[in-house]
């Protein structure tokens, strides 16, 4: 009789507890807005430049939404029911929701961040240059992608941070010189396209990760840190970054609003493990690091 009331307890409190600890575990929600270029660049690109640009920007929202997931930090809601649970949000507020769509609207979740990113310069062509009195030519890869991010809270709408990256021949030579592009005109190849949408699904991915869930000391013992990042999560071994205290935050005189905390550089630490869930590093420089500082790549 004993055995069965234990048992008896031990599933009331497991029904008690699961709950709590899936809610504890849950990751923030986050959706990537389609990608899209900016009007005035569209209307400027030749044909084969507009279908290159197009399978890029197809390219970097796999990439993108890939790298994003596998930060382990957002579970990243599909495009298609973010638009939709707009539509039920604008529905439920016109008060024209009936008893059978009130259940619907419901049932869905709007994510808790929202990325937008549009493209506002892209080129791609070869130069060719005559040297007077040789008569010798030369030809030079012209190429250019660039993209702005916003990163907003989707319920209050409000932009929490935006950037520009951009990127270009000098990290892809390796690439241009296994290609005759003064032959193909500029066209990229298919493993072109596909280094720069990781490069710059890796660059907004990081940015997002730094933003939302900057890197943190978990542990200092003595000259060696672990953080809460690990593979997938922007860091690599050899990766140097500055430690940062976190001081009082500091609010807008005028509007009130929070504009962060207070940073105050305590150090330099040296990636040199990186796990599935976290990462080691050495450090370098120490004039404070403790628990809960933060880590930021040097400028």
Sequence with gaps: ???????????????????ALASA????????????????????????????MGRIIDSLADQLHTDIQA???????????MSDALKAQDLGASGNADSKTAPQIGKITVAKYLVRAKVDDFQDYVEKATFAGTGDTATKRIFRFS??????????????ATASFTTGN??????????????????????????????????VSDRVLDVLFPIKVLIK?????????????????????????????????????????????VGQVKITEVDPNFSKAQVLQDTGIDTGAILRKPQ
Excluded at 1 to 19: D, E, H, Q, R, Y
Excluded at 147 to 160: C, F, G, H, N, P
Excluded at 193 to 200: F, G, L, N, P
Excluded at 241 to 250: S, T, Y
């Design 1 to 19: 009789m004993k055995k069965i009331f234990a048992k008896l307890v031990f599933i009331l409190l497991g029904a008690t507890l699961l709950p």
């Design 25 to 52: 575990q849950d990751k923030a929600t986050l959706t990537i807005a389609s990608i899209k270029p900016e009007p005035s660049l569209a209307a400027t690109l030749r044909p084969d430049n507009k279908l290159e």
């Design 71 to 81: 930060t382990h930090k957002f579970d990243v809601v599909d495009n298609s029911d």
């Design 147 to 160: 993209v702005t991010v916003d990163i907003e809270d989707s319920a209050t709408t409000k932009s929490l």
């Design 170 to 203: 000098d990290q892809f030579k390796q690439i241009q010189q296994e290609h005759n592009y003064s032959v193909k005109n500029g066209e990229l190849s298919d493993d072109m396209m596909t280094a720069i949408s990781r490069d710059m699904a890796q660059k």
């Design 221 to 265: 013992n003595d000259i060696e840190i672990t953080i809460n990042r690990g593979d997938g999560g922007g860091v690599a071994v050899g990766d140097t970054f500055n430690v940062f205290a976190l001081g009082q935050e500091l609010i807008d005189p005028d509007t009130k609003v929070s504009l962060g905390r207070q940073e105050v550089k």
